[in-house]
């Protein structure tokens, strides 16, 4: 099976490159990822027949909006790195990292995404104003999936 970092790291690359297909394959094992707009990311391994590694991918489709009149207007979206669930606090007891109306600098936490009992801090990439919390606390959520819209300042 593989190593969840890599599997991280595989999806880090798809999104910066803009890639919705991405296969490879060693002396070890065979991964195929595929992703789209409002697609969850398919991930499929498996022992790999002896051939030389290979990589192929072709360029993704623009993603569809949640709220397009919102980011019409010059808003941001956080959206989710990853296949989880949201998690709106560190924990139950612990009031929400931010709410609609709450100022983020970029590399604040915003929130937590769980992933195979791994729990990743979902950082803003921009300065602005939480304009709308799009995700219920608990909720799973896909790849790509808006979480927040936020307006730059």
């Known amino acids: 099976m593989i190593d969840i970092r890599k599997l991280k790291e595989l999806v880090r690359l798809m999104v910066e490159n803009d890639l919705t297909e991405l296969d490879l394959q060693d002396q070890a094992e065979t991964v195929s990822i595929k992703r ?6 398919v991930v499929q391994t498996a022992p790999a027949a002896a051939a030389p590694a290979a990589v192929s991918h072709s360029p993704a489709e623009p993603a569809a909006s949640n709220d397009a009149s919102a980011e019409a207007a010059g808003g941001a979206a956080v ?14 007891e612990s009031s929400p990292f931010v709410k609609a109306g709450d ?3 970029e ?10 009992k791994v729990f990743n801090e979902i950082k803003a990439e921009v300065s602005g104003t939480v304009s709308k919390v799009l995700v219920k606390n608990g909720e799973a959520v896909e790849f790509g999936q808006k979480l927040f819209l936020l307006k730059p300042e």
């Open 36 to 41: 789209g707009p409002d697609a969850v990311p």
């Open 79 to 92: 959206e989710s790195p990853m296949v989880g669930t949201f998690y709106s606090a560190p924990d139950p």
């Open 103 to 105: 100022s983020v600098s």
């Open 107 to 116: 590399g604040d936490v915003v929130c937590i995404v769980e992933a195979m």
